[in-house]
């Protein structure tokens, strides 16, 4: 990895900075955290952090409060969970910046929880007065939140400027080493499997991976766009037509790379239950929701020879039943292959998880925006800014 990881600093007695991602999903009412799988996965920084000497703050964004205080946006179960993970005391700051939170700066060995970065739109409009004032005092900055790496916040790359060093997590480190290998020297065979609605959202993905890939797998309801680009009947799918052209440039340039569904889930109308229908073709008054089995099939073959998958996005209408069938059936595959695989997005790692494999897969992404655009090839400011090695 080119810049610094917190494992090449000495943070004994130092004044940590740690831009965590702690936007959990909350119950209604905001008092209680449905998921604390987030939390759970800063731990290690957090901890190694705390084992060496660091008096260390903690700041994290959650929900879109809009730029003002918002009380079901709170960070403050955040902090009472976190206390139970860690088996010591965290204190909860009124606010991120401010006399009172000054007041409050952790000693080493104690855990200071800023309030939601987000209740002051300067943090998004990254304003340098109110970066300096998050980076006051501090003499170390961690960045161990992935999942807002590509956005150029002041918690993410303002207040860099305003402290000595700054350096990336260990969560941060795991998911530059695992999606960069991925896209620079990949084991190969290496194979994409791409799914999710629209072409548009992944168009650079695809652009990129298909000049790193030895082969892409198209699913979801994007593969009816590149098949109305090859003349093929997709009836009432879903297709882009402003996409049709650059799926023909696409498939004319990587044809032997780029793989299509042969059969396909078909229905009159968008509804789950019953046993689906499977057809080679989309007849003009039905619409495909998933892959059929012989997709799942040559999908099989290709996947299990592969020494790196990379996978983003559903092969159907994931979330209705029995239109999961594709992609649950291909989440067990990926697991099986023996693999290095790389999971990103919501979808996908719901999918692994409902064929109850999530342990099976190498690395399973925490950032969906920002896997995504890593993946496309674009650099993200808030690991651009961190410290070169």
Request: aromatic fraction near 4%; proline fraction near 6%; charged fraction near 25%.
């Amino acid at each position: 990895m080119a810049k610094l990881s917190i494992r090449d600093l000495d943070l004994q007695n130092k004044r940590v900075f740690m831009r965590v991602d702690f936007n959990v999903p909350l119950a209604p009412g905001g008092q209680e955290i449905s998921s604390d799988k987030r939390i759970k996965a800063s731990l290690p920084s957090i901890q190694y952090a705390l084992e060496h000497g660091a008096a260390l703050i903690l700041a994290s964004h959650l929900g879109r409060p809009k730029g003002k205080p918002n009380a079901e946006m709170s960070l403050k179960p955040v902090a009472a969970r976190l206390e139970e993970l860690l088996g010591r005391p965290v204190k909860m700051a009124p606010d991120c910046v401010g006399p009172e939170v000054k007041a409050m700066a952790p000693a080493p060995g104690e855990v200071l929880l800023l309030e939601n970065l987000r209740f002051h739109k300067e943090e998004e409009g990254n304003d340098p007065g109110f970066a300096k004032q998050l980076a006051e005092g501090v003499e170390i900055y961690i960045n161990d939140a992935f999942g807002t790496a590509h956005r150029a916040h002041a918690s993410t790359v303002g207040m860099i400027q305003f402290v000595p060093m700054a350096a990336a997590g260990l969560l941060m480190e795991k998911e530059l080493q695992y999606l960069g290998t991925a896209i620079t020297t990949p084991e190969r065979p290496c194979v994409a499997l791409l799914g999710g609605a629209k072409v548009s959202d992944k168009i650079e993905v695809i652009q990129n991976m298909l000049k790193v890939v030895d082969k892409l797998l198209i699913g979801g309801a994007m593969a009816y766009t590149f098949m109305k680009a090859k003349g093929e009947e997709t009836g009432k799918s879903l297709v882009e037509p402003e996409k049709v052209e650059l799926a023909k440039e696409l498939m004319a340039t990587w044809g032997g790379k780029l793989m299509l569904p042969v059969d396909h889930a078909i229905s009159h109308e968008f509804k789950g239950g019953g046993e689906p229908v499977y057809s080679a073709t989309i007849p003009a008054d039905q619409m495909a929701l998933d892959i059929g089995p012989e997709t799942v099939e040559e999908y099989r073959s290709i996947l299990a020879a592969a020494k790196t998958i990379i996978w983003n996005g559903p092969m159907g209408v994931f979330e209705q039943p029995p239109f999961d069938r594709g992609t649950v059936e291909l989440a067990k595959v990926v697991a099986e292959s023996g693999a290095i695989s790389i999971v990103g997005g919501g979808d996908s790692e719901k999918a692994i998880k409902s064929a109850g494999v999530t342990a099976k897969i190498s690395h399973v992404s925490t950032g969906g925006g920002a896997s995504l655009e890593f993946l496309s090839g674009v650099e993200l400011p808030g690991v651009a800014a961190l410290t070169d090695k």
